[in-house]
Each structure stands twice: as C-alpha cells, then as structure tokens.
C-alpha cells in the first residue's frame, strides 16, 4: 500500500477520529443508542483500517495479539464481575441496583457502564483476534 499516498494520509486523518467516535459511543451507550457491542466494532473497525493501509505488522505492533487475548478474558471477567458483585450486594446477578443500595440510580449507572465496558472490551478483542 505505500504506492497508494491519498488513502495512507486519509487513514491517518480517519483513524484517530474512528477510535474517538468508539469511545463516544462506548459512554454515551447508556444515554442514547449505542454501547459496549457497537463500541466494540467501530474500535475494531479503526484497528482493522489500520492494518489494511499500513500493514498487519504494523497492527500488530498497535495491539499485540497477546494483549488482545488477554483483553478478551478481562471484558469477561469485567461482566461477570459485575454480576458477581451484585449477588455479593445481596441482589440478583446484574441487578445493578444492588449495587448501591442508598441510590439505586447510581448502582443502575454504574452497573450499565461496567457491563458496557466489558462487552466493548470483549468484542473489539475478539474482532482484532479474528483479522489477525
């Protein structure tokens, strides 16, 4: 791809703002559409672009697929801890208001953003993992 300039330089300028729109998404999931699955693409999505205009080498130095492996395992564990700690809280599993019992809304918002985050995390690993 080095013979093909224009779409080296747009990547460049898209890249960035493809993984700022991610992250957007990934925190504005529990106000508006969106969340951690949407999220989770349109970050992979960025890393893939990535790797199609500058190489898989150059990807792989971005995101190492060690570390992608192990992201995979920490989204899970990010949900299912989540869930863990609202049964410890005396609650259902992912009944997040029991995860603060003097404001409920605040357990639900805190329960829906770290449910998002480990689905986010899981599913852009996972997308990054199978381009590799």
């Known amino acids: 791809m080095k013979q093909y300039s224009i779409l080296r330089v747009v990547s460049k300028l898209l890249i960035p703002y493809i993984l700022l729109f991610g992250l957007y998404v990934q925190f504005h999931g529990d106000y508006g559409p969106g969340g951690g699955f949407q999220a989770g693409v349109i970050f992979a999505a960025g890393i893939i672009l990535y ?6 080498k150059a990807s792989r130095r ?10 995979i395992s920490v989204g899970v564990l990010i949900y299912a801890g989540t ?10 599993f992912l009944d997040y208001s029991a ?19 480990g689905v986010g995390l899981t599913v852009a690993s996972v997308m990054i993992c199978i381009f590799y």
């Open 83 to 92: 869930g863990i700690a609202a049964m410890i809280s005396g609650g259902n």
């Open 62 to 71: 971005v995101a190492p697929p060690f570390l992608m492996e192990t992201l």
């Open 99 to 117: 995860l603060d019992h003097h404001h409920p809304q605040h357990g639900q918002h805190l329960g829906i953003l770290l449910v998002e985050l």
């Open 51 to 56: 790797g199609l205009v500058f190489g898989l």
